[in-house]
């Protein structure tokens, strides 16, 4: 992890402030009280929140609001963290803050900004916002007033702190859990040879229920044969019995019939009867017709003309008739004027005289005209009484054929009863002959039924006989089948109880194994590699605590090792030296390379711990001016990519890369960098 940027906002004696965070060796310098300590709070408050601070030794006095944002790098990829502080009444809390990744910007609650954090640093520590971070405190920063007290620290507690830093505890939480187990395993022992104490029992329990319902499926297999048997005799019994209902049936339908049919029968004699007459009467008046029809038949037509042409003819006769007799007329007029002239001698018309032989052939020749125009008169007379009577006789014969056409209808008619009733009465002798066979057929099913309801008796007392032997066979089945299910679900519950007695017999001895393993292998394993461990962690770190404190104390006659429970012991001159009983800066030294020693070995145990930067907080406070320069040494020692240094020690500058001053005035600090 290296530091990039980090910007205050109402946090303790700072209102404002921005600090970026270059590489390599940086030195914050100020006074007493200058505000240096609450740049390294507010960096660990930004990764881990407050932990087990409170709000308000945060949040600048007299404000409502206060914020802290931390820009960081963690494997090449950038990461900006920002956390807020709200004043509510009496007390200060965290508010929602958020994380500024790569992927976008997170908003989260205190907690889940947390293990955010936890995930992006990967360092596998508890995720209770109240509770610090053990490898962030011991491989990366340590507060000043923290540094000398794990010298003084019991050895227990000591103890208790490394293995919490070195996760060793979890060898504890190891053989807690396995003492706890190992208790739970006895109970659950006990509680399973108890539950397996009735096995034989029920075993024998079991087999007697086993051999009871193998008699009983016996016995129901020759029941359900019987009831097979039964089962088919009574339907056939009843289909028997339905089919003396049905000739029942059949016979009642067969005595209401024959009677009906013998009725039909004499209907059908009455129609043949009574159709016989009508045809007889139809027949002789027929013949009637026919008499009178003949000579109607005989007759012939007058003439092909219609009537309608005789009659303009007739018009026409008397219309010539009457201009032959007008020419007539005018002949005899003329031939009168001719033989008066002839008798007078003289003209009528202007009396002149006339020659009666100059008329006498005029007389002649009239006389002539005369004659034809009479023959003319009668041939036309002759024609036209001809034509009348020829008119009449036509008439006449229409007359004839319209009656005769009504004869003829007549007669037909006649003819279609006859023939009409020649087909009924055809019919109904065909019908007769059906009618008696189906009669003689009726009567024949009839007398061979007469006797069905004495079979119906008979099959109904054997129909109510054979029932009650079925239901008794029924109910024994039914009480069979019971008892076998009965059986069947005790055994069951058996087979379940003997299994899990078997199941808690073979988990018990099973426990047992793993009793023994965890009380006397485990345990005791556990116990000698936890040993071994911390022996090796001991060994590592006596080496680390040796080869800081000979860098920062050059005194050949005093050395320094930790003993088995990290405890630190100065000698001098071959004599244990109480650390109490050292100068200042010594003790310093020595809590510095147990510092350092510390931060070494975390790295080399910590999977998730990879950083590159290291934060000392007032490391050479009692140094003299020549144990200061050894800060440089320090430095090249590390090799840390980045340093962070806070420290009122203007010595220090000139081991630094870059140096940030602190100042505070009226109550406000603030941070300049140095030229």
Known sequence: MMLKTLELENIRSYDKLKVDFPQGAILFEGGMGSGKSTLLMSIEFALFGLGSLKGGSLLRLGTKQGSVTLTFEVDGQQYTVHRTLERKGKSVQQGTGYVDEPNGKLSLEPSELKQRILEILHFNEPEDPKAQSWIYRYAVFTPQEEMKAILSYKPDIRLQILRKAFRLEEYKTAQDNADRLCLEIKRKILEFETVAKELEP?????????????????????????????????????DDLQKLQEDKVKLGKLQAEIPQLQRQVNDKNGEIKSLSEDSNTAEKKLGELKQKIEPFEKEKRPTTKTAEQLENSINEFERKEKKLRSIESKIEAKLDDYAKIEREKKCPTCDRPADAKDFHALVEEKKEEKRKAANAVVRCENKLNKTCQLLKNLQKFESNQEKLEQLRKQAKEFEEIVDRNALKIKKLKEDMVEFGKSLGQKKKEAEDLKDVQDKIDELDKSITRTDGELKGIRNDISSLRQRITDLTSEIGGLDKEIKKM?????????????????SEYFTNTLALIEKHVLISINQDFNDQFQKWFTLLVEDPTKDATVD?????????????????????????????????????????????????????????????????????????????????????????????THILRVSKAGGKSTVEVSA
């Open 202 to 238: 029920k075993k024998k329990s079991l087999k007697d229920r086993e051999t009871e319902k193998t008699q009983k499926a016996e016995t129901l297999g020759m029941h359900e044969k019987k009831e097979t048997e039964l089962d088919g005799e009574l339907k056939k019994l009843r």
């Open 502 to 518: 078997e199941d808690a017999k073979k988990v018990a001895e099973k426990l047992k194994d793993f009793h023994i393993w965890l």
């Open 564 to 656: 088995e429970d990290f405890t630190p012991n100065v000698r001098q001159d071959g004599y244990d030296q109480d650390v109490d009983f050292l100068s200042g800066g010594e003790k310093t030294s020595i809590a510095l390379a147990y510092r350092l020693a510390l931060n070494s070995l975390v790295q080399q145990v910590s999977v998730g711990m990879k950083s590159n930067l290291l934060i000392l907080d007032e490391p050479t406070d009692g140094f003299s001016k020549e144990e200061l320069y050894k800060v440089r040494e320090i430095l090249r020692e590390l090799k840390c990519p980045q340093v962070i240094m806070v420290s009122h020690e203007a010595e220090l500058e000139s081991f630094a």
